[in-house]
């Protein structure tokens, strides 16, 4: 049992490049989400979904988008890569909205 | 606003017990989680607490008081291992996980 696995773990992009965070869950669990993590400041919420076909803006979607075609995949996609967009980058999974959240390893971004 | 407070930084001693606050202000109320990360690693999940009083999980403890808007995280036995940051995060009424900025807890020997 994997769990939420992120991938890739270190990138560095260009401004103006794109690029893809891959998220994967084998836990069944119909809730996933993307959150930005920078420094002193509290996780901020991207993007999330409820379940497959279903996404729903977050706090901070600005340059970001979505798609959960499956429930196991939860991709996250960056257009025109920003200096503001570096930051850690958590993909985490919920079975219900109640429950403990449990979050892949991280992306960390440098746009540069 | 939504707003979660807890304090940026602590220190305390090997074997010793430490208490890290947390306040918060956010529009509706369906739990409250504390969250455990190492530097450079992702969350890991640690309590949650949906009714007031004290949850008690080994050397960990939570506490909530709904009508203060406050929980405590109570960690007791330190081991330097316990050096890390702890997140507070409250959902609210939508369900959304509000995160705190986290507490540094520095374990000195």
């Known amino acids: 049992n994997a769990g939420v696995t992120q991938t890739p773990k270190f990138r560095i992009l260009k401004i103006g490049q794109s690029m893809t965070l891959q998220c994967t869950q084998d836990?069944?669990?119909?809730?996933m989400y993307w959150y930005r993590q920078d420094p002193g400041m509290g996780l901020k919420l991207i993007y999330y979904s409820v379940g497959a076909g279903i996404t729903d803006k977050g706090e901070v979607p600005n340059g970001y988008n979505v798609s959960r075609s499956t429930t196991e995949d939860f991709p996250l996609r960056l257009e025109l890569a920003a200096p503001s967009q570096t930051s850690v980058y958590f993909c985490?999974?919920?079975?219900?909205?109640?429950?403990?959240?449990?979050f892949g390893s991280g992306t960390r971004l440098t746009v540069v | 606003g939504q707003n979660i407070d807890q304090p940026t930084e602590m220190t305390a001693t090997e074997g010793a017990i430490v208490q890290i606050n947390c306040t918060y202000q956010t529009s509706g109320f369906n739990g409250l989680f504390w969250y455990q990360q190492h530097a450079g690693e992702a969350p890991t999940f640690l309590s949650y607490n949906v009714l007031d009083g004290l949850e008690e999980k080994g050397r960990f403890s939570s506490f909530l008081s709904r009508s203060k808007g406050y929980s405590y995280l109570l960690l007791k036995e330190l081991q330097m291992k316990d050096s890390a940051s702890y997140l507070c995060a409250v959902k609210d009424s939508n369900y959304q996980l509000i995160w705190g900025a986290g507490t540094k807890l520095i374990i000195k020997p």
């Open positions: 836990m069944n669990h119909n809730y």
């Open positions: 985490a999974s919920s079975y219900t909205e109640s429950d403990g959240y449990t």
